[in-house]
């Protein structure tokens, strides 16, 4: 029995069905595909300025805590994270932000009025008030946050990476 050029009535139904579908299948994937890469692909911004309130909340030559916590997302991972700054005004509008972590294992440092340092708990660090090494096995003064004021409103730079 010869075979017919045209096609029959299910070989039609197959190919529209396999045409249709795939129609459907890259309507439907490309958006789906896209929405599950991005937050794998989305890069997030390194630096930020925060704000540390108005001026006047930091009396002139005592240190300041100033504690904040930022949220950064990689991929489909939300991590907060609690930075800490000693923020040190010499004069009216003279302010610097040390970062309150301690150079040599990253301990948190506190200020210690009566002694006029900033004090690492886990080896006995010290650094005097503007964040250099006066003893112990830190190798560095503490790390510095660029500052600025607008608005009689400080603000710190944060920079991550």
């Known amino acids: 029995m010869t075979k017919s050029p045209h096609l029959s009535r299910n070989e039609f139904v197959r190919i529209v069905t396999v045409v249709l579908g795939s129609i459907m299948g890259v309507v439907v994937g ?5 929405y599950l890469l991005s937050p794998a692909l989305r890069k997030e911004s390194t630096d930020a300025w925060i704000s ?3 001026i006047e909340s930091y009396p002139v030559g005592t240190p300041t805590l100033f504690t904040f916590t930022r949220t950064t997302i990689n991929g489909w991972e939300k991590t907060v994270n609690s930075y800490g700054a000693y923020i ?3 004069t009216e509008q003279v302010i610097i932000a040390y970062d ?3 150079t040599h294992l ?3 440092v506190t200020w210690q009025d009566e002694n006029q340092v900033y004090w690492c708990p886990c080896h ?3 650094f005097d008030s503007e964040g250099t090494v006066l003893k112990g096995p830190p190798p560095r003064p503490l790390d510095r946050y660029e500052t600025k ?5 400080l603000f710190i730079r ?3 990476g």
């Open 158 to 160: 944060l920079e991550v």
């Open 52 to 54: 540390a309130g108005p």
């Open 106 to 108: 990253s301990c948190r």
């Open 88 to 90: 040190y005004r010499e």
């Open 149 to 153: 004021i607008e608005d009689e409103t």
């Open 124 to 126: 006995d660090g010290a």
């Open 30 to 34: 490309f958006p789906a595909i896209g």
């Open 100 to 102: 309150n972590t301690c």
